[in-house]
């Protein structure tokens, strides 16, 4: 979108200040996730930038909150730093332990959610799927209704049927959660699916599960993956069904920052933010890794 | 030939001799309901952890059990007598309730659900009901000694609504109606109408921030769009950073900004822009939650605008502009018509999340800034009034639903994108 030649001068200013607004847009979007990265190594308690830190004075920097993030629960946080300080950080440190937390109901809602997400996603996008819209909107719904409802109503379901306070009812609720973005994104990928390559694959003799396997796999797991890092991330931020049908020993890491937001909001929440904002850059880039390598496989050229 | 003993028609058919419209029909019946067996392990899976839950709670805003559970007496002489006043017998029935849910320790449940209509009386109950079987005939001069509250129309008014199994008392208090002592219902007073307000105010907040969220969101898109995809690809980092970080570490994020001692005012007071006194206050009201929701949803605007605009050829509007149109006439009757789509997949899809949202508003709204999400939380954890919280959820899953059908018959469910 250059300048054309054509342009008057008011087109002209129009164009610069048309540049200018959308980078204080785009400031506007990222700053707030880049600020705190700096102020989580703030020496002081604050939450702004103390003169020595804006001197880039070392005086005026440390890693006093990761500490304490580390050693928030521990039995023994002043013990000299060596492997029973480490056994006793990997036992007893409340954010290790909500981060375990966190992984196993992550890893296992998002297994669940994958495997029957894109199963089901295989069958909507067949073209005889009967009811597609209906069962395509009930499928999508757990994105669309507000989380309250859902936690709500699944506070009621759960104390009715016992399984409030366990992890297996943690895992189904966050495996619903996650199973829209799995149909999305793996529909998405189905939809750049050439069908004659199941036909060529059944003339040559495979049976519809090697087809499966070896044909229609390969080229969907790129939609897969994602779908799957999207069901993974919904649920390791997922906050209110937690604390709806959650126990008290279920803290998981946005759990256990709810807590702290809520009670006094200290230095060390920067210091897990940080660390968050680190794990959702890596997870960006694995997501538009594999876009590209999707669309390498689909013949799609970047265009 | 198979066939050959067959008597000769023009029909076609299969080599095994069916006719070919049946093997057909057969074949692709068959291929549907494989597809469909597909689809079944999921839908079972969502019916059961969703569906089934959210209706079981629609169920329980016209559930009425707490009263009418143990109050069964007095339940019974109701339905015998429709509009009366309340005589001897209905005194005598009450007295006996009195004493059988004391006994079973469910009177204070009673108590509490004759409360949320008629205020202060959770007390009467569980106080006449410690005293209740010592009571002797004449149950209502004996019931008028314990307290002379028994005789207020409007608590018996309320006891004839809470004896039934089923009620839309729940539904008629949030919209802010409430019983009187004539046992009809009536607008509650001008300051005592939360509810509507606060739906009122769920709305307008969402309207605001999805005006802000178009107005912020469709330069963006456009400059994505319309940029080379090199450079393109770069900004999208910036769209695409921010909708993976997590909901909390924004919120914290904004938290830190918009704080009194925050950068923000920092950086104001330390310009000379505001004095030390005069630091803006914009955390813990509506500016906090309009402002850091419209950082959070504006990814889900940019996407859908983003992916509309990048289907519009440029040639439209240079073609516009060689037959004489100014720019702003080619954006106005040329461009605008052409992102309406995105423009109404986007502002929907936002509309939808904002009308819902609870964390942020908890964190950064303060007293003025909450959502019916928050009232709803309220109800669930602090108050208790279960049922209440059902159908205020109930009527915020209505206006979900019918904003979910027209983003249905707009965009089409299956065209929602990701990323």
């Not at chain 1, 008057?8 to 707030?32: G, H, K, N, Q, T």
């Not at chain 1, 070392?58 to 013990?79: E, I, Q, V």
């Not at chain 1, 797991?221 to 209110?240: C, H, K, N, Q, Y």
Request: glycine letters at 6%; proline letters at 5%.
């Amino acid at each position: 979108m250059a300048l054309p030649v054509y342009a008057d001068p008011l087109e002209r200013v129009w164009y610069y200040s048309y540049r200018v607004i959308c980078a204080l847009i785009f400031i506007f979007l990222i700053s707030p996730i880049l600020i705190i990265m700096p102020l989580s190594f703030n020496a002081e308690p604050y939450f702004t930038f103390t003169p020595e830190m804006l001197r880039f004075d070392p005086a005026g920097y440390s890693t006093r909150w990761y500490d304490n993030l580390m050693t928030f629960g521990m039995t023994a946080p002043d013990a000299v730093r060596d492997g029973s300080w480490w056994a006793d950080f990997w036992q007893n440190a409340r954010w290790m332990q909500a981060a375990k937390n966190s992984i196993i109901v992550g890893f296992f809602s998002t297994i669940v959610a994958t495997v029957l997400g894109t199963i089901a996603a295989l069958g909507l996008s067949r073209p005889e799927m009967p009811y597609r819209k209906l069962i395509m909107a009930v499928l999508i719904s757990p994105m669309i209704v507000p989380i309250i409802i859902t936690a709500t109503g699944l506070f009621f379901f759960y104390s009715d049927v016992g399984l409030s306070g366990t992890y297996f009812g943690l895992v189904m609720a966050h495996a619903t959660l996650g199973i829209p973005f799995v149909i999305i994104t793996v529909t998405a990928t189905l939809m750049g699916f050439d069908r004659s390559l199941l036909r060529a694959s059944a003339n040559l003799g495979a049976g519809p599960a090697t087809t499966f396997f070896k044909v229609q796999l390969p080229l969907i797991t790129p939609g897969v993956v994602s779908g799957a890092l999207f069901a993974f991330v919904t649920s390791f931020d997922e906050v209110v069904v937690v604390l709806f049908i959650g126990s008290h020993e279920q803290q998981t890491i946005p759990r256990q920052m709810w807590n702290g937001i809520r009670e006094q909001i200290s230095p060390s929440i920067l210091a897990v933010a940080t660390i968050l904002v680190i794990f959702s850059i890596c997870l960006l880039t694995v997501v538009e890794l594999l876009r590209r390598r999707s669309e390498r496989l689909r013949g799609l050229s970047p265009s | 030939m198979a066939n050959a003993d067959m008597p000769a028609d023009t029909m076609l058919r299969t080599a095994d001799g069916q006719p070919l419209k049946s093997a057909l029909a057969k074949a692709s019946r068959k291929a549907r309901i494989r597809a469909f067996l597909l689809v079944v392990p999921l839908l079972i899976f969502v019916l059961l952890t969703f569906v089934i839950p959210i209706g079981q709670m629609l169920s329980r805003s016209v559930n009425n059990d707490q009263f009418s559970e143990s109050m069964i007496n007095i339940g019974v002489w109701f339905d015998e007598n429709p509009n009366a006043e309340p005589d001897e017998a209905a005194y005598a029935a009450l007295a006996a309730d009195l004493v059988y849910s004391a006994a079973n320790r469910m009177i204070g449940n009673a108590g509490t659900r004759i409360n949320y209509e008629v205020p202060g009386t959770r007390s009467l109950f569980t106080s006449s009901g410690r005293k209740a079987k010592n009571l002797k005939a004449p149950f209502k001069e004996a019931l008028l000694e314990l307290d002379e509250d028994w005789a207020r129309p409007d608590l018996w008014a309320a006891m004839r609504s809470a004896s039934g199994t089923t009620t839309f008392n729940f539904y008629q208090a949030a919209v802010d109606r409430k019983i009187n002592a004539d046992g009809q219902f009536e607008r509650a007073d001008e300051n005592s109408r939360i509810y509507m307000t606060l739906f009122g105010r769920t709305f307008a907040l969402s309207v605001v921030i999805t005006g802000l969220c178009l107005l912020l969101g469709f330069p963006i898109a456009h400059l994505l769009a319309t940029l080379p995809l090199r450079k393109a690809s770069l900004l999208m980092i910036l769209v695409l950073l921010p909708f993976w970080t997590s909901l909390l570490v924004r919120t914290t994020s904004w938290m830190v900004l918009l704080q009194g001692q925050g950068v923000i005012n920092n950086v104001l007071v330390s310009l000379g822009i505001v004095t030390e006194d005069g630091r803006l206050e914009m955390m813990y009201n509506q500016t906090g939650t309009i402002i850091a929701m419209t950082h959070i949803l504006l990814p889900f605007m940019i996407l859908p605008l983003y992916s509309v605009m990048k289907t519009i050829p440029p040639s439209y509007a240079r073609a516009a502009r060689s037959l004489g149109a100014t720019s702003w006439t080619t954006f106005r009757r040329i461009y605008l018509p052409q992102t309406v789509s995105g423009i109404g997949a986007g502002g929907i899809l936002c509309f939808i999340l904002a009308v819902g949202y609870y964390i942020t508003p908890a964190l950064v709204g303060g007293a003025d800034g909450t959502l019916i999400s928050n009232q709803i939380a309220f109800h669930m954890q602090n108050s208790l009034n279960w049922s209440l919280a059902a159908a205020l959820a109930t009527m915020l899953l209505a206006s979900v639903l019918i904003l979910y059908w027209a983003y249905d018959r707009l965009v089409g469910i299956d065209n929602m994108k990701l990323g």
